[in-house]
Nanobody
Framework: QVQLVESGGGLVQAGGSLRLSCAVS????????MGWFRQAPGKGREFVAA????????YYADSVKGRFTISGDNAKNTVYLQMNSLKPEDTAVYYC??????????????????WGQGTQVTVSS
């Protein structure tokens, strides 16, 4: 059983930065493709970023490209989402998720098997 625990959310002013962490237990995160999704009130779950098991390929939603960076630390079994130049429209609950390599699509939530509980990010204008 894989468990994912997010942390690092909070309240920040527009233009600020936050770094979200996703601690993986049960299996090493390098066994999976890892993704970040977000869900704003009244909206569906939206793809944000993903990294392949090998760490060699990253993917980003157009809305965050150039501002967010996904990375992993094998020693800490943790995946990060560095968020810079935050905008009010980035306000959402952010979720970490894992999926089997080469299974499904990196930007489709249904492709992911395990999910964290989410962490709230609020960006004030």
């Amino acid at each position: 059983q894989v468990q994912l625990v997010e942390s690092g959310g909070g309240l920040v002013q527009a233009g600020g930065s936050l770094r979200l962490s996703c601690a993986v237990s049960g299996r090493t995160f390098s066994s999976y493709d890892m993704g970040w999704f977000r869900q704003a009130p009244g909206k569906g779950r939206e793809f944000v970023a993903a990294v392949t098991r090998s760490g060699g390929t990253t993917y980003y939603a157009d809305s965050v490209k150039g501002r967010f960076t996904i990375s992993g630390d094998n020693a800490k079994n943790t995946v990060y989402l560095q968020m810079n130049s935050l905008k009010p429209e980035d306000t959402a609950v952010y979720y970490c998720a894992s999926k089997q390599p080469r299974s499904g699509s990196y930007n489709v939530a249904l492709s992911y098997n395990y999910w964290g509980q989410g962490t709230q990010v609020t960006v004030s204008s």
